[in-house]
C-alpha cells in the first residue's frame, strides 16, 4: 500500500527519505547538519533532518533506530520510538543517545534513523467494573513462557 506524504525541505540540503528495499516497512531519515557532530558517551544530540511532513490523518509517522547505526556506533533515539503526529508541522528532528562508551560521530547526509508511517486507533476509554475474564488473566511480566 503506498499514500502520498507531503515533504517541505526547511533546508535546501535536507534529504528525501528513501526506502533501502521494496520491501522496506521503514524510510531511512538522513542527518541535515551544518558540520559533523560527535555525540560523547551518555550524552543526546538532537539531530536535525531539514523536513517537516503532512501525516495523513488517521496515521502517525514513527521514528525508530536503525539496527546498523546502534550496533556499529551505539546510537539510538533517546525516546526509543518517537511519533509524528498527522496535525505536527514542524521539523523532524531525532535526538540521538550515545548509549556506547565512545564518541560517536554523525555527518551531515548520514542515515540517522528508520521512519514507519502506520495507522492508529484512537481509543474511547469507558470505566467499567468488570473486564472479560481471559486465559491469561493478570498474569504479568513473563507469566505467558511457563511450561
Known amino acids: 500500500m503506498t499514500a502520498q506524504v507531503k515533504i517541505k525541505k526547511l533546508n535546501e540540503n535536507a534529504v528525501i527519505p528513501t526506502y533501502g528495499t521494496q520491501y522496506s516497512a521503514g524510510a531511512d531519515l538522513y542527518a541535515c547538519l551544518d558540520e559533523s557532530v560527535s555525540i560523547e558517551p551518555g550524552q543526546t544530540y538532537l539531530v536535525k533532518t531539514g523536513l517537516a511532513m503532512e501525516i495523513p490523518e488517521g496515521y502517525a509517522g514513527l521514528i525508530y533506530a536503525r539496527s546498523g547505526l546502534a550496533t ?42 528508520q521512519f514507519v508511517i502506520t ?29
Open 72 to 113: 556499529k556506533k551505539g546510537l539510538a533515539p533517546a525516546n526509543k520510538v518517537g511519533v509524528v503526529d498527522a496535525d505536527y508541522r514542524g521539523e523532524v528532528m531525532v535526538p540521538l543517545h550515545n548509549h556506547s562508551s565512545k564518541a560517536a560521530v554523525i555527518e551531515n547526509g548520514e542515515r540517522i534513523a
Open 119 to 147: 495507522p492508529f486507533l484512537t481509543a474511547d476509554f469507558v470505566i467499567s467494573d468488570e473486564l472479560s475474564d481471559t486465559v491469561r488473566g493478570e498474569g504479568g511480566f513473563g507469566s505467558t513462557g511457563r511450561g
